[in-house]
């Protein structure tokens, strides 16, 4: 059983910055295409980040391009988001993704983590 589990949310400063954990279970981690979306609260959700299992070549969505870094560890099958310089628009349900494709699209990716909430704090 495949399991995707975020930690590192919760409430950050305007301006600040953020660290998000994913942990995988039941798959090859190396070989899928690892990613963060993110939803706010009455929004559709939306692509963030994502690193490559072939070369883990990384791409951003321009929202966060410049201020974010998305980094896996295939030992510890993990994977980080780096967020910083938060911005009014970052807070949000951030979840963590896996897939088989190198894509942007969500409804590529097959498994997905619970969410974790990031509250943004003036």
């Known amino acids: 059983q495949v399991q995707l589990v975020e930690s590192g949310g919760g409430l950050v400063q305007a301006g600040g910055s953020l660290r998000l954990s994913c942990a995988a279970s039941?798959?090859?981690?190396?070989?899928?295409?690892m990613a963060w979306f993110r939803q706010a609260q009455g929004q559709e959700r939306n692509f963030v980040a994502r690193?490559?299992?072939?070369?883990?070549?990384?791409y951003y969505a321009d929202s966060v391009k410049g201020r974010s870094t998305i980094c896996r560890d295939t030992a510890k099958n993990t994977v980080y988001l780096q967020l910083n310089k938060l911005h009014s628009e970052d807070p949000a349900v951030y979840y963590c993704?896996?897939?088989?494709?190198?894509?942007?699209?969500?409804?590529?990716?097959?498994?997905w983590g619970q969410g974790d909430q990031v509250t943004g704090t003036s």
């Open positions: 690193t490559n299992w072939i070369g883990g070549t990384t």
């Open positions: 039941g798959l090859t981690f190396s070989t899928y295409t």
């Open positions: 993704a896996a897939g088989e494709s190198v894509t942007c699209e969500s409804n590529e990716y097959h498994y």
